[in-house]
């Protein structure tokens, strides 16, 4: 599958499945998350930020697993903790998910994730 049908594929979706790998236990674990795509960049936002246990084994590991439909993707994550490049991030989200959705679901604005496509 080539960029733009990856592209295209996170295009219609709302959110995605990651996997990472416990910091601990070396366990996987799933979950589902929002996202915002910027051209060949994905923004990963944790619900409580830098509190999260997925946040906590993304900063350990750097690495995800994001599917959504038939994509599924191996990426190097970027933990985003510089409170400007973290309330852009946030920014994002409200435009692309709503404000009182976010303001809902999110109680920590202290983290983020950069993802980059192949």
Known sequence: MDSSQVQKALDSSEELQITVTGRTTGRQHSTPVWFVREGKTIFLMPTKGSQNQWYKNVQKSKKIKISSGNVSLELT??????????????????????????????????????????
Do not use: M, Q
């Open 77 to 118: 994550a970027k933990p985003i903790t510089e409170s400007k490049k973290v309330a852009s991030v946030a920014e994002k989200f409200r435009k692309k998910h709503g404000a009182g959705d976010v303001k809902r679901y999110y109680t920590g604005y202290d983290a983020a994730v950069e993802l980059n496509l192949p």
